[in-house]
Nanobody, 123 residues
Framework: VQLQASGGGLVQAGGSLRLSCAASGRTVSGYDMGWFRQAPGKEREFVAAIRRYGPTTYYADSVKGQFTISRDNAKNTLYLQMNSLKPEDTAVYYC?????????????????WGQGTQVTVSS
């Protein structure tokens, strides 16, 4: 499975962005998927995840009510709608996928990773 994240950019505080993660190589309808982010000098952290068939979703406390994860299995694509962005949301955002089951909040829960897309929020 190859994952390609896109949709990042520079946005002012309070703005919105929608990230996409296109999967190729095989269908990911049977995969749990997630988003992580990594700010400069910090470890990669969990942002949100969605179970393979939806609609069960999980969010980091820091983004609950602000971000929404979704997927379109017909398009083999994962999304992250980010609203009310803050400077502390600045990071490289990565999408990830895994065919197994269990926890979804740790980086080692996932087998496949996208290359990351930069999100920069200016104050």
């Amino acid at each position: 499975v190859q994952l390609q994240a896109s949709g990042g950019g520079l946005v002012q505080a309070g703005g919105s962005l929608r990230l996409s993660c296109a999967a190729s190589g095989r269908t990911v309808s049977g995969y749990d998927m997630g988003w992580f982010r990594q700010a400069p000098g910090k470890e990669r952290e969990f942002v949100a995840a969605i179970r393979r068939y939806g609609p069960t979703t999980y969010y980091a406390d820091s983004v609950k009510g602000q971000f929404t994860i979704s997927r379109d299995n017909a398009k083999n694509t994962l999304y992250l709608q980010m609203n009310s962005l803050k400077p502390e949301d600045t990071a490289v955002y990565y999408c990830a996928a895994r065919p197994g089951s269990g926890s979804l909040v740790h980086t080692n829960d996932y087998d496949y990773w996208g290359q990351g897309t930069q999100v920069t929020v200016s104050s």
